[in-house]
């Protein structure tokens, strides 16, 4: 198990992060497994987020995908329809959560993240959700692939 890079790609390092905070809650015991568990169990417990919330890691780069989402929503025509055509399931999934004004773009990692643990859970992925799932990834990949082409020209 070794750490996602943001760079690399800041969708799934959000969400390994997210994954890596469950584990811990599940497994506390396993915190010591790798230097890496040890690592975030001790940024988990310094910031208070032992039974719920996510890591600053996390939300500073929720907030940086956030960011460049506002941006290209303004100045790509394409990228504003894809998510035009998300926007009734994004709501919908807002709507089921204790936060219904999250981002757009927290709807999709959300919805991305409970799929994964549905399939975990050998759970049925309906046609509707697994559609629904291409699109949240579409926007997804061209949000990373953009901050990756921006970070590597930094």
Request: charged letters at 25%.
């Amino acid at each position: 198990m070794t750490m996602k890079s943001k760079k690399d790609n800041i969708a799934e390092y959000i969400l390994y992060l997210w994954q890596m905070e469950d584990y811990l809650r599940a497994f506390p015991q396993n915190a010591d497994a790798t230097p890496e568990l040890h690592e975030l169990n001790e940024m988990m417990h310094r910031e208070g987020i032992v039974d719920g919330g996510h890591l600053a890691l996390a939300n500073n780069a929720l907030s940086e995908l956030e960011d460049l989402h506002a941006t290209i929503l303004n100045e790509d025509a394409m990228y504003r329809a894809a998510i035009m055509r998300l926007q009734p399931s994004l709501n919908l999934l807002k709507a089921k959560t204790d936060r219904p004004t999250m981002s757009d773009i927290e709807a999709c990692l959300l919805l991305l993240y409970q799929i994964m643990l549905l399939k975990l859970q050998k759970r049925e992925i309906t046609p509707e959700t697994a559609s629904v799932q291409t699109q949240a990834t579409g926007v997804l990949q061209f949000l990373s692939r953009t901050y990756h082409d921006d970070q590597t020209t930094l």
